[in-house]
Antibody, heavy 123, light 108 residues
Framework: EVQLVQSGAEVKKPGESLKISCKGSGYSFTSHWIGWVRQMPGKGLEWMGSIYPGDSDPRYTPYSPSFEGQVTISADKSISTAYLQWNSLKASDTAIYYC?????????????WGQGTQVTISS | DIQMTQSPSSLSASVGDRVTITCRASQDITNYLAWYQQKPGKVPKLLIYDASTLQSGVPSRFSGSGSGTDFTLTISSLQPEDVATYYCQKYNSAPPLFTFGPGTKVDI
């Protein structure tokens, strides 16, 4: 069974750093792109960026222009885990963050999703 | 950047009604279009990919059509469990770049 299990909810202060995780199981982790999606309170879905764990060279990690330079996506294929990190959090980073797996083949839509990680930034 | 729009932004219908949601891309995306359903407080769920292919396990009352810039999601007979927000998403292969539509909230 394909599963993406995300790390638990976080409460942080502005200016702090954070790294959340997404562990894949039940499939070949290195053969599928993983994407990160933000959902701010009461708002829609926003794609942040994606990574290919089989070749997680940062030069080939595409980001949405809205998130380029604001977050870093990485992966550790040895433990089948993808990460999303911030160096300096802002109140506006308060949201639910989902990881999702791209289906195989030429079409990259999200066929499996993690359960979401609630991130709350408050002073 | 390709922009995605959806209409209507919200709708209210009765059980058994036929419901149609439209998604429009600012440029030709061939058939690289997916639809997701997100029920309140839940994780998004893939309904349709490649514009018209039903994901395994999704009820057959859901269908998708279109190509190029104009796409539709149709629920042939609305059920109470279909109350949700529906998002279209443009995607491509490598590198994977995505844009979601703003969503359509469906109520009964």
């Amino acid at each position: 069974e394909v599963q993406l299990v995300q790390s638990g909810a976080e409460v942080k202060k502005p200016g702090e750093s954070l790294k959340i995780s997404c562990k894949g199981s039940g499939y070949s982790f290195t053969s599928h792109w993983i994407g990160w999606v933000r959902q701010m309170p009461g708002k829609g879905l926003e794609w942040m960026g994606s990574i290919y764990p089989g070749d997680s060279d940062p030069r080939y990690t595409p980001y949405s222009p809205s998130f380029e330079g604001q977050v870093t996506i990485s992966a550790d294929k040895s433990i089948s885990t993808a990460y999303l990190q911030w160096n300096s959090l802002k109140a506006s980073d308060t949201a639910i963050y989902y990881c999702a797996r791209c289906a195989s083949g030429g079409s990259c839509y999200f066929d499996y999703w993690g359960q979401g990680t609630q991130v709350t930034i408050s002073s | 950047d390709i922009q995605m729009t959806q209409s209507p932004s919200s709708l209210s219908a009765s059980v058994g009604d036929r419901v149609t949601i439209t998604c429009r891309a600012s440029q030709d995306i061939t058939n690289y279009l997916a639809w997701y359903q997100q029920k309140p407080g839940k994780v998004p769920k893939l309904l349709i990919y490649d514009a018209s292919t039903l994901q395994s396990g999704v009820p057959s009352r859901f269908s998708g059509s279109g190509s190029g810039t104009d796409f539709t999601l149709t629920i042939s007979s609305l059920q109470p469990e279909d109350v949700a927000t529906y998002y279209c998403q443009k995607y491509n292969s490598a590198p994977p770049l995505f844009t979601f539509g703003p969503g359509t909230k469906v109520d009964i």
